[in-house]
């Protein structure tokens, strides 16, 4: 193989990961260097820890990348890089790299949006399983630790953003009620799995409609949890604890939690989408990852008649292949960085 393939480093947040991809679409390489069990331990991520473990891991990563794909840079015809949003000293680390990976080998460099490699993993073929490819207009709900939004994409690299949170990220209020309820980081999957035992459904937590509006609101729905979580640890409201919480009880509160996140977040996209006349719809981010979510939304799309494109879960969280799948695209509009190339941490994707 000679040209056509894209190496793409994504270090926004707590994954390294390199990938190499072939037209959008075919995974050659997709290694990630996950810093989970490291954040575990001091409970949440911490900025310059996260960037110095991407210097630490990125060279690594990419032997590994090239190992796996088993191609030289002689058939690697760009560069990619995530630009932003995320953390900046950690997307620093990936854009440093990129840019010396493109400048000694003489590739070019193209910049990627984060959340729009979130929506292009749903391009993404996978060896596991067919999946469709996305077909416009389609509606996207993009649920991650850092953002939460419903997008409208009518063509290739053209988002309206039809609505976003007003406050809490669906992920991070997985994150923090997890906490409350004394489950391991990261919240989200602990939830999922503590939920899944719960025997009883009896938990109701509030949903926030905020009428017909498609943003979302979670800091309420948080509130609600760390109330009731409190009443039912000291009575006075003011500790909280696991001890106090039986694993059962532990396990009800996390599926009316995760009940109240999923009812809201599966009724606008489907609202969304029908109101869009939406062909696909394709869901992503690492909240995607989330198994009754999952589900719930493909019954739902499915109901409506409209096929439900999700990435396997290990393409929804944070990865380099996303990135790949996105910058073919942007290649393809021309799209180029110099080696100015800064991090824009607050990089936004769309406008209403
Ligand atoms: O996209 P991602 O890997 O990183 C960001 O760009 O933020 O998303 C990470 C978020 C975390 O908040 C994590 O708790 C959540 O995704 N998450 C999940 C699940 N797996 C990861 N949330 C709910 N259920 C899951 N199974
Ligand atoms: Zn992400």
Not at 27 to 54: F, L, T
Not at 76 to 83: G, H, L, N, R
Not at 233 to 240: E, N, R, S
Request: with cysteine; aromatic share 6%.
């Amino acid at each position: 193989m000679t040209g056509g393939l894209i190496l793409a480093v994504e270090s926004s947040c707590d994954e390294t990961g390199i990938a190499i991809v072939e037209d959008g679409r075919r995974i050659h390489a997709n290694v990630v260097a996950s810093q989970v069990a490291m954040h575990a331990a001091s409970g949440g991520i911490v900025p310059e820890v996260a960037a110095r473990a991407h210097l630490r891991w990125i060279v690594p990563t990419l032997d590994e990348a090239w190992a796996t794909a088993g191609v030289t840079w002689g058939d690697i015809e760009a560069v990619a890089v995530t630009e932003g949003p995320g953390l900046a000293g950690s997307l620093l680390v990936g854009i440093n790299f990129a840019k010396t990976l493109a400048y000694v080998q003489g590739k070019p460099l193209v910049p990627v949006n984060h959340l729009e490699g979130h929506l292009y993993a749903a391009w993404l073929a996978d060896d596991t399983r067919p999946v469709p490819e996305p077909l416009f207009p389609l509606v996207a709900l993009i649920v991650s630790g850092g953002h939460t939004f419903l997008i409208e994409m009518r063509d290739h690299l053209q988002y309206r953003l039809l609505g976003e949170t007003v406050d809490d990220a669906a992920g991070e209020a997985f994150d923090k009620v997890g906490r409350l309820l004394g489950l391991p980081y990261p919240g989200g999957p602990a939830i999922m799995k503590a939920a899944e035992a719960a025997v009883r459904h009896d938990v109701v937590f509030p949903r926030a409609w905020l009428g017909d509006s498609f943003d979302f609101s979670f800091s309420g729905l948080k509130t609600a949890a760390r109330r009731t979580i409190a009443v039912e640890t000291d009575g006075q409201g003011t500790t909280i604890g696991e001890a106090a919480l039986s694993p059962d009880r532990v396990a009800e509160l996390a599926d009316g939690f995760q009940e109240s996140v999923i009812d809201v977040l599966v009724t606008k996209t489907l609202r969304a989408a029908r109101q869009a006349g939406a062909k696909s719809v394709v869901l992503g981010g690492g909240v995607a990852a989330n198994r009754v979510l999952r589900d719930r939304l493909a019954d739902g799309a499915t109901a409506a008649g409209i096929p439900l494109v999700v990435p396997r879960p290990a393409l929804c969280t944070d990865n380099g292949a996303m990135i790949g799948a996105a910058a073919e695209r942007r290649m393809a509009a021309g799209v180029r960085a110099g080696l100015d190339l800064d991090a824009r941490p607050s990089l936004p994707l769309a406008r209403r």
